[in-house]
């Protein structure tokens, strides 16, 4: 724990550790997430692979180096290959490999144009999927623009956004607070928030729509101007930081034009919200027992839901 959380930094679930296109057949890219070194690669065959860093035979980190091989990868001290699951196949210079030698392999999947691994504190196989989602690399949809940002905050206490519908009045001047209902079913948390919205044109109707799956993917559906979806993804990179990343795609269908320019400015109102909260996020302390009062959101609800992706090993 920290001084500033009193839940730990790693909790249990799906994570982006890069984006699909980032990583072409052949590239290997060190990573530094969940405070532990990793290495990522593409295989011949095109899938992608995460493991430990360290090679266990003395201990060169793989993601220097390292080089791509058929399904594997090779160290660049000793050669020693590597399977995408873990396991040494081959030492060119020994004519037996030593029983047990391998390293972890990270749980991974590719869809919805990201690189996601598993993590869980116990090493507990995937309990849940991350959804495909219809609207990447659908027709009359933009291609995904993507965002990044490092910072030094945990996520579920910056989640918490989603359920606290007075600071979208007070932060990010909505024209009113929002109505926002809030629904928990296992894995999934779902904040649907009605709210007038500024434009250039006057106030409008609009609809924000969130939905978590586990404490690492989320969607959100923004509707009254024009159809985005944006993909949040939150990945722990140690106890003080946070990768944070939004990818949005825009319903461009029937007007591409007007839509991409709507769009595009719903996307920057959008990252100058993140710069509002921010600060707020970098400096904070989180309250086991906040002082709430009756006009405030659903905290209850959400950090009922978020104790889930937490075990006794997380601590």
Not at 68 to 79: L, N, Q, S, T, Y
Not at 98 to 125: C, D, F, Q, S, Y
Not at 248 to 267: D, F
Not at 291 to 307: A, P, S, T
Request: with cysteine; hydrophobic share 35%; proline share 6%.
């Amino acid at each position: 724990m920290s001084e500033r959380y009193s839940f730990p930094a790693y909790p249990n679930g799906w994570f982006r550790v890069a984006y699909g296109h980032e990583l072409e057949v052949g590239d290997v890219a060190p990573l530094q997430y969940f405070g532990q070194d990793l290495v990522l690669f593409r295989d011949e065959r095109g899938t992608a692979r995460v493991l430990d860093a360290h090679c266990r035979h003395l201990g060169a980190h793989i993601g220097y180096g390292g080089r791509v091989e058929g399904d594997g990868i090779r160290c660049p001290f000793h050669a020693w290959k590597w399977n995408g699951a873990g396991i040494c196949t081959d030492i060119p210079y020994a004519k037996r490999i030593p029983p047990g030698a391998r390293i972890r392999a990270w749980p991974t999947v590719e869809k919805n144009g990201l690189v996601m691994v598993h993590h869980h504190a116990n090493g507990t196989a995937p309990e849940y999927e991350i959804p495909d989602l219809p609207q990447i690399g659908a027709a009359g949809w933009t291609p995904l623009e993507i965002r990044r940002w490092r910072v030094r905050s945990r996520w579920l206490d910056m989640n918490e956004n989603a359920v606290d519908q007075v600071h979208f009045h007070y932060v990010h001047g909505a024209v009113t607070t929002p109505e926002t209902e809030v629904e928990q079913d296992g894995h999934i948390l779902r904040c649907r928030s009605r709210m007038k919205l500024k434009t250039p044109r006057g106030d409008a109707d609009g609809g924000i729509d969130t939905t978590d799956f586990g404490p690492g993917f989320q969607t959100v559906d923004l509707t009254g101007i024009v159809e985005t979806l944006m993909v949040n993804t939150s990945t722990p990179i140690d106890e003080q930081y946070t990768d944070v990343s939004f990818a949005y795609t825009i319903n461009a269908e029937g007007n591409e034009q007007k839509a991409r320019g709507v769009g595009a400015a719903i996307v920057r109102d959008l990252e100058k919200q993140f710069e509002e909260d921010r600060p707020i996020w970098e400096n904070k302390k989180y309250f086991d027992s906040p002082m709430l009062c009756d006009g405030d959101g659903k905290f209850g609800v959400y950090r009922r839901w978020m104790r889930q992706f937490f075990s006794e090993q997380s601590a």
